[in-house]
Nanobody, 124 residues
Framework: QVQLVESGGGLVQAGDSLRLSCVAS????????MGWFRQAPGTEREFVAA????????RYADSGKGRFTISRENAKNTVYLQMNSLKPEDTAVYYC?????????????????WGQGTQVTVSS
């Protein structure tokens, strides 16, 4: 397994942008499919975006299509989530997750390593 640490969250206004980062420790990061999920208070954790271990496939939840971009930089053991045109409904704790030789699953059960999360708050 890998250990994951997210960063980049914060308080922003509607329409602003943020870039979240997730750094993985451990070997073979390039063999892990990576996902971003989020959880708002009182709700279940939901899928945001995923990138396959090969990096040639991505998937997005409808809520983020056209606004969010997931990417990875294997040389830095890092996956990113660029979020543009943020809305108040994007407010949540954002979690990074990893799945060995994973694809672009939207299911939390397909991921076996999780970070602690980073808070994103978007004010109106």
């Amino acid at each position: 397994q890998v250990q994951l640490v997210e960063s980049g969250g914060g308080l922003v206004q509607a329409g602003d942008s943020l870039r979240l980062s997730c750094v993985a420790s451990g070997r073979a990061f390039s063999r892990y499919g990576m996902g971003w999920f989020r959880q708002a208070p009182g709700t279940e954790r939901e899928f945001v975006a995923a990138i396959s271990w090969t990096g040639d496939s991505t998937r997005y939840a409808d809520s983020g299509k056209g606004r969010f971009t997931i990417s990875r930089e294997n040389a830095k053991n890092t996956v990113y989530l660029q979020m543009n045109s943020l809305k108040p409904e994007d407010t949540a704790v954002y979690y990074c997750a990893a799945a060995y030789v994973g694809g672009v699953s939207s299911l939390t059960s397909d991921y076996n390593s999780w970070g602690q999360g980073t808070q994103v708050t978007v004010s109106s």
